[in-house]
């Protein structure tokens, strides 16, 4: 007689992967499952649960909507409201520097917190930003 294997998942997941995986085996289902949901092949999403790779930003959206919340801690930082912002929309960097008017290497350097230099043009941009998240 076969014994049923207990499935274990991780009780409070810290990766993306774990997050995943953890939602695909409390849902039973399949990883091919998951992955045809994601709009991704089986061995992409095997890869992301893994945290061999993290997923491009324009997977996000399914990823946030198949997992129910975002994977991660809420924002501390404007850069932090960015990236969260730009997961949950499937925006990449080009894509949002367009929108708020500055060039994507500006862009990066706010979203990691590491924007220093005074530019009054840049500085608008970062005021609206704020005023999005809320933190003006």
């Not at 992955?35 to 061995?43: H, N, R, T």
């Not at 919340?69 to 730009?86: C, N, V």
Request: proline share 6%; charged share 30%.
């Amino acid at each position: 007689m076969k014994s049923k294997r207990k499935i274990l998942w991780p009780e409070k997941p810290k990766t993306l992967g774990e997050h995943l995986k953890r939602k695909r085996l409390m849902s039973g289902l399949l990883q091919k499952e998951v992955a045809l949901k994601l709009g991704v092949c089986k061995q992409t999403y095997m890869e992301w649960e893994k945290d061999k790779y993290s997923p491009s930003i324009q997977h996000w959206p399914q990823l946030i909507a198949f997992l129910g919340y975002t994977p991660y801690p809420k924002p501390r930082s404007l850069g932090g409201y960015i990236l969260d912002w730009r997961r949950q929309e499937g925006l990449t960097l080009k894509e949002l520097s367009q929108t708020v008017g500055i060039d994507p290497g500006t862009l990066t350097l706010i979203e990691t917190d590491n924007y220093t230099k005074v530019d009054v043009r840049v500085e608008g941009a970062i005021t609206r930003l704020k005023e999005r998240f809320g933190l003006a």
